[in-house]
């Protein structure tokens, strides 16, 4: 069996196509870090890097400008979907990148240039609790209750205060009023005793 043998028919989404070239790219994803001064380098791994996909495919036959309509309602649909590469086979995968030209010079063809990224699982963030926020949010609701708390005994105290004022000036007030008649009293007294005693 010849490598030819083991290449797949090829096409996107259900929609079949030639292949004059395929490519791909793989590798991981790495920041290269750089220091001033510095003969050396740090290469920092962060994981393995999309597969590329690059495809120049054509279509060819008498109704070829209806394959291309197919293949450009393809191109468009939303969505990753499936791929059959003549060398990996069955690929999910995304259409980044769509091109179509025609090829007069070979008669029926619609040349094809697209540009495949292989689709991976779908992450989402992950649903938890943020710990920080909770804390702040407890520290403001006690803050918020203990500024309560204290205005709250601040009032009571202001009011005490209030009426204690109120009632010391009622005192101070009695007071006055019962000195001010014992001094009367004592004036009248007096100036009684006074009319009794001779030269006065």
Do not use: C, K, Y
């Given at each position: 069996m010849s490598w030819r043998d083991e290449l797949r028919p090829a096409s996107w989404r259900g929609v079949a196509f030639g292949v004059f070239t395929a490519e791909g790219r793989f590798g991981r994803r790495v920041v290269v870090h750089e220091y001033p001064y510095r003969d050396a380098?740090?290469?920092?791994?962060?994981?393995?890097?999309?597969?590329r996909l690059q495809v120049i495919g054509f279509l060819v036959g008498d109704d070829v400008i209806?394959?291309?309509?197919?293949?450009?309602?393809?191109?468009?649909?939303?969505?990753?979907?499936?791929?059959?590469?003549?060398?990996?086979?069955?690929?999910?995968?995304?259409?980044?990148?769509?091109?179509?030209?025609?090829?007069?010079?070979?008669?029926?063809?619609?040349?094809?240039?697209?540009?495949?990224i292989q689709d991976s699982q779908r992450l989402f963030p992950a649903a938890g609790l943020a710990t920080g926020d909770l804390l702040r949010q407890a520290a403001d609701s006690a803050a918020t209750a203990s500024g309560a708390s204290f205005?709250?005994?601040?009032?009571?105290?202001?009011?005490?205060?209030?009426?204690?004022?109120?009632?010391?000036q009622a005192t101070v007030r009695q007071w006055t009023s019962t000195a001010s008649r014992l001094v009367g009293s004592a004036g009248n007294i007096l100036n009684a005793v006074g009319g009794l005693v001779p030269g006065s």
């Open positions: 380098v740090w290469v920092e791994d962060l994981g393995r890097g999309p597969r209806a394959q291309q309509e197919e293949m450009i309602e393809a191109a468009e649909q939303e969505g990753p979907g499936d791929l059959v590469h003549p060398q990996h086979g069955l690929v999910r995968a995304s259409l980044v990148e769509f091109g179509s030209a025609v090829r007069h010079d070979l008669g029926r063809v619609v040349e094809l240039h697209m540009l495949f205005l709250a005994s601040l009032e009571g105290t202001v009011r005490g205060g209030l009426e204690a004022t109120r009632q010391a």
